[in-house]
């Protein structure tokens, strides 16, 4: 029987949010346990240890973060889509720090295969077909995307373009990088 209201999901929600509080690396089943007011080894009958938890965090986020970007994404194409995509990333990075990291764990092939990683894909590839990237692209031009958001992003929220701005703001960044996007995707090499 469940104690203190501890299942699964409730397990998961619990720990996506405290990631946000305290970061996704320092989630622990202690911290957890805490968090419910039962010891640790009760968690024990919900996961099976500290890599299936942060499994399943990972799973929750990227799945959140899926119908986020599908809303923000919903009715748009060419550029309006692409900043959609990328606003819906970077506003889930900055509301949700902890889950956003947990979009990054890394998950064996099968569970990846099966999680919201591939809606993530999808959504991506219909913004490359409004700008008419070949297929043979896609690989490409998916990289470059999540490494171009998750890269800015990351120093933003690492607060690595503090000692700039003063000559111009993130935002006024991001809109210009998402424009030099556009560009390049718009112009997308042929093989």
């Known amino acids: 029987m469940a104690r203190a209201g501890v299942t699964v999901e409730r397990l998961t929600q619990v720990a996506a949010d405290l ?32 890599r299936d938890l942060r499994v399943k965090v990972a799973l929750f ?9 599908g809303a923000a994404l919903a009715g748009r194409s060419g550029k309006d889509a692409l900043v959609a995509f990328a606003d819906a990333y970077r506003d889930y990075a900055h509301a ?15 569970t ?3 999680s919201a990683g591939g809606r993530h894909v999808e959504m ?20 470059l995307l999540g490494s171009v958001f998750h890269g800015f992003v990351s120093l ?4 690595a373009f503090q000692h700039s701005a003063h000559l111009r703001g ?16 718009s112009n997308w090499p042929s093989d």
């Open 156 to 159: 933003e929220t690492a607060q």
């Open 124 to 143: 991506t590839r219909a913004i490359l077909r409004g700008y008419r990237v070949p297929e043979s692209g896609h690989i490409d031009a998916i990289r």
């Open 19 to 50: 990631a946000d509080e305290i970061g996704f690396e320092n989630v622990t089943v202690t911290a957890l346990a805490r968090s419910f007011g039962v010891k640790e080894g009760s968690l024990y009958s919900h996961i099976t240890s500290m």
């Open 96 to 110: 949700h720090p902890g889950r956003y990291a947990a979009t990054r764990f890394s998950l064996d092939p099968e």
């Open 61 to 69: 986020a990227l799945a959140e973060l899926a119908d986020q970007a």
């Open 170 to 185: 993130t935002g006024a960044s991001w809109s210009k990088i998402l424009d030099a996007l556009d560009a390049t995707l």
């Open 112 to 114: 990846a295969a099966a």
